[in-house]
């Protein structure tokens, strides 16, 4: 069968009609991969896997919500969206009005996007607005222009953006044919956990499984308001994707905790790039810097004995991969010693490339 993006595979459960223009670019339906490496550090009887968003078409999860609320946008006839953003929403935001007759707005913290997602937004023709202030101030700017002016929020406060991420859950489920035991992966502002949750739980209810995975969320720990208690003024990590003092989803990243008996926890920004250059080196898979906080999370949770308290011959453990690695290029170099230069002569090449 033709694959035409998640709303068409999931229809069924989106608030969509026969109305609904649908705007993809065929986004979704991203690869599970088995982590042997990362399996292995947690012991025989589990089972990693690495839901890799990072190859949707712009690069990163949020896609699958921007299918909707685009779709919806134009549904209802809206002339402009409108986004805050640390990079991927903004990426995606002006990938999708692109395809649509929509006009892009993009409000981004200055200097505080990754090379590759600016790029992105700004190719895709967004009117892109940088302020002198964090993401929290741009998501205020970007609710009190949605407010007062005839413009779409595109944010993940957008409910349809919700509805269109909580297909990734779908579609692990239909992989195994049931949940996984847990779920982990970073958290932001928090609309992604509360998607993965809700997907879960309307699968449960349709009998599509039998249980339900308990939910692990991970922030950095310079940008880690929900596990600190309150919002923090000045965040701080390299992760910028997940740079985020104040989530907007805040109450429903706790729900899915306490209702799935999972937990939100930090990682710090060294124990992100380690996990970051794990998953390269030793899985082949490259991912943002934000996204390898699901793996740093498991780490830590491992090294903590969490896991060992878990009972059951086999524990599947589903990571959300959020963002390509190509996305911040900057951070990779950085993590690396540059080339050696040698002449140009066979030689000197197989002398330096230790042959
Ligand atoms: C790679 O693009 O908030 O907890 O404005 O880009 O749903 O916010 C991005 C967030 C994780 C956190 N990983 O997800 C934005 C933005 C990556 C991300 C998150 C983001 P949420």
Known sequence: MKYCGVINRYKKYL???KKTPIITINE???PLIFANKVSAVLGKKFRVY???EGLNPTGSFKDRGMTMAISKAVESKSAAVICASTGNTSASAAAFSARSDLKCIVVLPEGAIAMGKLAQAMIHNARVIAIKGNFDDALDIVKDISENYPVTMVNSINPYRIEGQKTASFEIADYFGDAPHFHSLPVGNAGNITAYWKGYKEYY???KISRLPQML????SGAAPIVKGYPIKKPETIATA????NPASWQKAIEAKEESEGLIGMV???QILAAYKFLAKEEGVFCEPASAASIAGLFKLNKSGYFSRVKGKEIIITCTLTGHGLKDPKIAISCIKPPPVVPAKTRAVVKAAGI
Not at 217 to 220: K, M, T
Not at 242 to 245: N, Y
């Open 268 to 270: 710090t920004d060294n």
């Open 15 to 17: 608030p969509v009609s």
């Open 205 to 207: 209810s349709y009998r």
């Open 28 to 30: 979704g339906n991203t």
């Open 217 to 220: 969320g991970f922030q950095a």
């Open 242 to 245: 997940i740079r985020i003092g």
């Open 50 to 52: 690495l839901k890799y």
